[in-house]
C-alpha cells in the first residue's frame, strides 16, 4: 500500500514539505488541506498587492492547485479545514466549508503546516468596518477593495514592525497620509534602538506620523470614518485601520489533539521537526526552533527557516532524516526605498540571553567606492563575541548594499566565523559594486584592531571620568559636537597633543570613526590612556535620538 501522508496547512512550510517529499518518494500519496482559496501563495507579497506595485492577483500565487497535480501528482484540498486530529487512529477530521460536510482522513503520515494568525485583541471598536489585519490574499483583496469603494485620506497602521512599516509605504504610494502606532518607544523592533532611530527618521522625511511608546486601547466610529484611542488618552483619525501588531503561532489543533507546546506557546518538535507522536511532524510559523547563537527556543515568522523546515520534514518522512540546525533570525524590508537588514542576535536580545562577553562597533561607509559617483552611506552595526571574535550579529540601514552586506555576515555566522575571517574575506570589488576594504571587511578590520589591542573601545554610555576629545576639524565641531568635548583636529593632534591631560583617560571621536582610530593609535604610542568611540559623532547622534546617549556625557 501506498504511504498515505497528509498535510495540514500550505504556503511556505506546508508546500515546500509536499513538493520536496514527491521528488524523494514518487510512490507516497499526499495530499495537502488548507481553509483558505490558495494552497501556495506569496504572503510577503501581500502589501505591495494593497500598493498597487503588484497590480495582478494571479501574480501572488506561486503553485495552483492544477500545476500541483500536473507536476507533482499531489492533492490540493483548499477550502477544507481539519478539525480534529485522532492520533491513535491516526485519522483527521475534515470539513470541506464549501459543502458543509465532515469526513475522517487516514494518515501514516501527519505534517502541521498551520502557520500563524494576526493577533486581534479583543478591545472595544475592534469589529468596526474599516479595520484590517494582513494574512492572506483575501485579507489583500478586501483592503483594496475598501480603498477603491471608499477613497480613504488618513490611514492608522498599528504596529511597527516589518509588516507595518511594509503597510505603511504602500498605503502612502496610494495616497494615503499614514500614522504608525507603535507600543514599543522604536520602530522594527527585532533592530536596536539606535539603528532603529534611522529607520524612524526616514520615515517622517518621507511625510508618515509616527506615535511611538503608546499603545493601542480602544476604537470608535467617527461619523464615516474611525478614531484610534491609544493608552495615553491620544485620538487618532483614521479611515483605514491595519492591524499589523504581530502573530500568534495557530496551534490549537495541535494542542487538542495533545500535542506537546514548548515556553514559547508554539508546538514543540525536534531537530527532525517531529512532534512528540512519531507520526506527526510540524513546520514553520506555528514551531519552536533553537537559536543558534543563545540556544533559546524562539517562534521565527519568517518564510526562510519554514520553507527549510518544510524540506526537513519531508526528508524525515522519506527516511533521509537530517537536523534542523536552528534560526538566526535573517530578514530585511524596504521602507520608502531605505533597506533594513539585520541576522543574527541584536545587543539586547544578547543581553536578554545573559550573554555578556560580547563588544559591538559601528561603522558609517559608503556602498561602493567613494570616488565613483552615486556613493551612498550603510549605517553598520556589528556584535562579535570577546575574547574569541565569533561573529554574533549584524544590523543595517542604507539606501543601497545594505543585503548584500548582511548576507555575507549571515553566512559567516552559519560557519561559525570570527571577525578576523570578515576581515580576511575575498569580497567583490569594483568601483560601482564596492570598494577594495568592504563594508564587511571594515567592520571585521575594526573588531580585530580591538580584540588585539590595537584600538580600545569606549562607549558613549559608560564613558565614566574620560576626556571626550574631539578631532575633527574646527568648521566641523562648531557645526555641531558633544557637550564637554574638547577639540583638537586630528591635523593638528602631532603639534598639539601636550595639551592633553596624561593624568585622565581620553575618548575619541570623530565624524564616522577612521579619523578617531587614527588619533587613538597615535595617542596611545605616545604613552595616554585613549579609546576610540566607534562610528563618531554620527553614531552618538544616533544613540541620542534613541535615548541611549546623554546630552553631556
Not at 517622517?204 to 461619523?223: I, M, Y
Not at 592633553?500 to 595616554?528: D, H, I, K, M, S
Request: proline share 6%; hydrophobic share 45%; charged share 20%.
Amino acid at each position: 500500500m501506498r504511504k498515505r501522508v497528509l498535510i495540514v496547512g500550505g504556503v511556505a512550510g506546508g508546500a515546500s514539505c509536499a513538493a520536496r517529499l514527491r521528488r524523494l518518494d514518487e510512490s507516497a500519496e499526499i495530499v495537502v488541506f488548507d481553509r483558505g482559496p490558495y494552497a501556495s501563495f506569496a504572503n510577503c507579497g501581500l502589501p505591495y498587492f494593497v500598493g498597487d506595485v503588484i497590480s495582478d492577483q494571479k501574480k501572488l500565487v506561486v503553485a495552483s492547485a492544477q500545476l500541483f497535480r500536473d507536476r507533482f501528482d499531489i492533492a490540493i484540498r483548499t477550502r477544507h479545514e481539519v478539525l480534529s486530529i485522532d492520533r491513535a487512529g491516526r485519522t483527521i477530521r475534515v470539513r470541506d466549508l464549501e459543502q458543509a460536510t465532515e469526513r475522517d482522513e487516514p494518515y501514516d503520515a501527519l505534517v502541521l503546516s498551520p502557520g500563524a494568525a494576526p493577533i486581534r485583541p479583543p478591545l472595544p471598536g475592534i469589529d468596526l468596518p474599516g479595520i484590517f489585519a494582513v494574512r492572506t490574499i483575501p485579507d489583500s483583496v478586501r483592503i483594496r477593495r475598501w480603498i477603491d469603494e471608499h477613497a480613504p485620506q488618513r490611514a492608522v497602521v498599528v504596529g511597527g514592525g516589518f509588516i507595518g512599516l511594509e503597510m505603511a509605504e504602500n498605503l502612502a504610494h496610494r495616497g494615503i497620509a499614514v500614522t504608525v502606532l507603535e507600543k514599543l518607544p522604536q520602530v522594527m523592533p527585532p533592530l536596536d534602538a539606535e539603528i532603529a532611530a534611522a529607520v524612524a527618521d526616514h520615515l517622517r522625511e518621507r511625510g508618515v506620523t509616527l506615535h511611538l511608546g503608546d499603545g493601542l486601547a480602544a476604537f470608535a466610529q467617527a461619523g464615516k470614518g474611525i478614531t484610534v484611542r491609544t493608552e495615553s488618552g491620544a485620538e487618532l483619525p483614521a479611515d483605514l485601520v491595519i492591524l499589523s501588531i504581530g502573530v500568534r503561532p495557530e496551534t490549537q489543533l495541535a494542542h487538542d489533539a495533545g500535542l506537546a507546546l514548548g515556553a514559547r506557546g508554539g508546538i514543540a518538535v525536534d531537530a527532525e521537526m517531529r512532534t512528540v507522536d512519531p507520526h506527526v511532524w510540524a513546520v514553520g510559523d506555528a514551531v519552536e526552533v533553537r537559536d543558534v547563537l543563545t540556544g533559546q527556543e524562539l517562534i521565527v515568522p519568517l518564510a526562510g527557516p519554514a520553507n527549510r523546515q518544510g524540506r526537513l520534514a519531508a526528508e524525515s518522512i522519506a527516511g533521509r532524516g537530517r537536523p534542523f540546525r536552528g534560526v538566526q533570525a535573517t530578514a530585511v524590508v524596504g521602507v520608502f526605498g531605505l533597506t533594513v537588514a539585520c541576522t543574527g542576535a541584536s545587543e539586547k536580545g544578547l543581553q536578554r540571553a545573559g550573554v555578556t562577553a560580547f563588544e559591538r562597533v559601528y561603522l558609517h561607509p559608503g556602498q561602493h567606492a567613494g570616488y565613483y559617483p552615486g556613493a551612498k552611506p550603510i549605517q553598520l552595526k556589528l556584535l562579535f563575541g570577546v575574547p574569541d571574535g565569533r561573529v554574533l550579529g549584524a544590523q543595517a540601514v542604507g539606501l543601497e548594499g545594505v543585503e548584500k552586506r548582511i548576507d555575507v555576515i549571515a553566512m559567516a555566522i552559519q560557519m561559525g566565523a570570527t571577525v578576523r575571517d570578515l576581515a580576511e574575506a575575498e569580497l567583490c570589488y569594483a568601483p560601482q559594486f564596492g570598494a577594495a576594504k568592504d563594508p564587511v571587511n571594515l567592520a571585521g578590520m575594526i573588531a580585530v584592531n580591538h580584540l588585539d589591542g590595537l584600538m580600545p573601545l569606549a562607549r558613549w554610555d559608560a564613558l565614566g571620568d574620560r576626556l571626550l576629545l574631539d578631532v575633527r576639524e574646527p568648521d566641523e565641531f562648531a557645526a555641531g559636537h558633544v557637550e564637554g568635548a574638547v577639540n583638537v583636529p586630528l591635523s593638528q593632534l602631532r603639534v598639539r597633543y601636550g595639551e592633553l591631560p596624561r593624568e585622565r583617560a581620553l575618548a575619541v571621536y570623530c565624524a564616522a570613526g577612521q579619523r578617531g582610530y587614527y588619533a587613538t593609535r597615535f595617542l596611545v604610542q605616545n604613552g595616554y590612556d585613549a579609546a576610540n568611540l566607534s562610528g563618531g559623532y554620527t553614531t552618538y547622534r544616533a544613540l541620542r535620538s534613541a535615548g541611549l546617549a546623554p546630552a553631556s556625557p
